[in-house]
């Protein structure tokens, strides 16, 4: 009789505890639900933002002339709208950019997830993640006034790099977007089961083999969403573009030791507030952020579909 007079009085207690829980249970779920629309209605006004001046820009440029044509000047006496520059000027940053974080970020994660000591470890990556505390506009200064004349001293030649130029840009770009890859790569491989190490340790797998051939693969789909989201940050980034990589639109550039705008970087020099509003010149503007925010998309919608399909279940 006792026992089942203390076991009834147990699950009161459990049911009267799980009453009091439901109420901030319930706020929390509103308040999860609110964060989750504040970011879909935010990425809805974007588009309603960027819809109506860019539709009234194609009903004056057509999509084979902005896609196809290689000069971009509209502010300019002699007017043309095909956006191929801005778009190579992007690419070549990205790229350069990419190959500088890569290694950096990926070689980063490796030894704070492998190789380093629990101390070492939360030492060194606050300090790896205050670099993506930096404001971007130190680094495009940093960038213009001290990594540049260095790169001028090292190249002394006569077509060696300007003042502003697409390389200078892209280093500062990597070294930012660096914390991006090795943080969240870290915490994937850090997610990755002991017993697969210890399983490849008891094969005779030097640490080496075990960090490359083990650990890496089976961390492979948080690694590909690191990157991708770093690949998004450097299309995105505007002020480091700006100030180091120069505002030429004229032409296609692929040469990283010249100077030229991005999209972003036009985006941010146009918009200065001397055009007229509803010009042809203020509409593109709005066209050239649309076609960024598609290549954003596209990026996060591979990113996505790109983790679910080399994503690893452990138990």
Do not use: C, H
Not at 99 to 128: C, F, H, N, Q, W
Not at 186 to 195: G, L, N, T
Request: glycine share 8%.
């Amino acid at each position: 009789m006792t026992t089942s007079t203390q076991s009834a009085g147990s699950v009161a207690g459990n049911s009267l505890r799980r009453g009091r829980r439901r109420p901030i249970e319930s706020i929390v779920q509103v308040l999860l639900v609110a964060a989750a629309l504040v970011s879909i209605v935010t990425t809805v006004g974007i588009v309603i933002a960027l819809a109506d001046p860019t539709i009234e820009f194609f009903q004056q440029v057509s999509l084979v002339e902005f896609f196809t044509t290689t000069s971009w000047t509209p502010t300019f006496a002699q007017k043309a709208y095909g956006v191929l520059p801005l778009v190579s000027a992007t690419l070549v940053v990205t790229a350069i950019a990419l190959i500088i974080a890569v290694p950096i970020g990926l070689g980063s994660a490796i030894y704070l997830s492998e190789y380093a000591k629990p101390a070492t470890r939360r030492v060194l990556k606050p300090i790896i993640e205050l670099l993506a505390g930096v404001p971007t506009v130190v680094y495009g200064f940093v960038a213009l006034f001290a990594l540049n004349p260095l790169l001028q001293k090292w190249w002394p030649t006569d077509n060696g790099p300007g003042f502003q130029n697409l390389l200078i840009a892209g280093i500062a770009m990597g070294i930012m977007i660096v914390p991006t890859i090795a943080s969240i790569s870290e915490d994937s491989m850090a997610a990755v089961p002991r017993s697969l190490r210890e399983g490849a340790y008891a094969l005779a797998s030097t640490k080496m083999q075990v960090s490359t051939r083990v650990v890496v693969p089976a961390a492979i789909s948080g690694i590909v969403a690191a990157v991708v989201l770093g690949v998004s940050r450097a299309v995105g980034e505007t002020m480091i573009v700006t100030i180091a990589g120069g505002l030429t639109s004229d032409r296609v550039v692929f040469n990283p030791l010249e100077g030229a705008a991005t999209m972003t970087a036009f985006i941010a020099n146009i918009s200065s507030g001397d055009i007229p509003v509803g010009s042809l010149d203020y509409d593109s503007v709005f066209a050239v952020g649309a076609l960024l925010f598609l290549i954003t998309f596209a990026l996060n919608a591979v990113s996505i579909r790109m983790v679910r399909r080399f994503r690893e279940v452990y138990e």
